[in-house]
């Protein structure tokens, strides 16, 4: 007797924010594969509709070019995916910049005042926006928010002062919004600890075409480093994606909302 396992996710549509790469890139591709309709959102049109192109399913995929800093863009891309695929249940809100790990004693008030702007802007004013954009679809669907975190949300040394305040920021934005949102919508989120990606920096320091995977710093974080328990652990982004579709599921993870996994190889269990 042959069975078919059903995915997480069947007839689930989602909108993830910067989906072009990285861990936004991973878990399009993963939701596609649980049996969701996926939308991506990011600033390169060209390189979202090549992965659309080479996913699983292209019809259950669409590339949406737009910056998490415009409302309007994003309200357009919440509009056409409701168009597209019928309703919107779930929204990871991901697209962000890293500082480098560069340090206050490092940058002059003007980098730093720039680069906080910047970031900022992104990381954490562009996760509200994309919430915001999408939050009366999520209750017409009962839907849930997965916003990607960091172990930077909860630890030093996953970034400098303005990219770990941000990744702080965002964590209260789920605290927040779990409790504004509920008792239609959960939003949760996935602290994921550092990964092979195409991560950039603010252009106000130079960093716009610096990638974390190039960086020296991101050594100190992944690969074999005692600093985390699971020292072992994968940094391919595609790893990490299990939370996200844990959050996502109504079935399995319905009386779920404020909650973070940490996805970083256990860094709290040695204190750090
Ligand atoms: P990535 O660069 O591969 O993915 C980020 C995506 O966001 C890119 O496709 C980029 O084009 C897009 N983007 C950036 N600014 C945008 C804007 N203003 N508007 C629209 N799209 C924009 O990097 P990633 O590592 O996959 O990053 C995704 C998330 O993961 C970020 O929030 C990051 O802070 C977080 N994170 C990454 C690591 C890591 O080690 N890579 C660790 C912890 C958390």
């Known amino acids: 007797m042959s069975t078919t396992a059903a995915g997480w996710l069947e007839g689930n549509v989602a909108l993830i924010t910067g989906g072009g790469s990285g861990i936004g890139r991973a878990v399009a591709e993963r939701y596609l594969a649980e049996g969701a309709s996926v939308a991506i959102f990011g600033r390169d049109a060209q390189k979202l509709q090549a992965v659309v192109d080479a996913s699983a399913d292209p019809s259950r995929m669409m590339a949406i070019a737009g910056d998490v800093r415009d409302a309007d863009a994003l309200a357009a891309a919440v ?119 195409d991560l950039r920096g603010p252009g106000s320091t130079g960093l716009e075409d610096r990638k974390i995977s190039e960086s020296f710093a991101r050594s100190e974080i992944t690969g074999n480093n005692p600093l985390i328990p699971l020292h072992h652990a994968s940094v391919d982004p595609v790893d990490f994606t299990g939370s996200y579709v844990l959050l996502a599921s109504a079935a399995n993870a319905g009386n779920i909302t404020g909650a973070i996994i940490p996805a970083d190889g256990g860094i709290a269990v040695r204190g750090f």
């Open 79 to 197: 509009a056409e995916v409701v168009s597209r695929f019928g309703k919107l249940d779930t929204v990871v809100p991901n697209a962000g910049i890293w500082d480098f790990n560069r340090s206050l004693t490092r940058l002059s008030a003007q980098e730093l005042g720039d680069s906080f702007d910047e970031l900022f802007e992104i990381n954490v004013k562009g996760y509200l926006l994309t919430v915001q954009a999408a939050w009366k679809e999520l209750v017409a669907a009962n839907g849930s928010v997965v916003m990607t975190l960091s172990n930077a949300s909860f630890h030093p040394a996953g970034g400098g002062p303005v990219y770990t305040a941000a990744k702080f920021a965002a964590r209260g934005l789920v605290t927040q919004l779990a409790y504004e949102l509920a008792p239609k919508v959960r939003v949760n989120g996935v602290a994921v600890g550092g990964m092979d990606t």
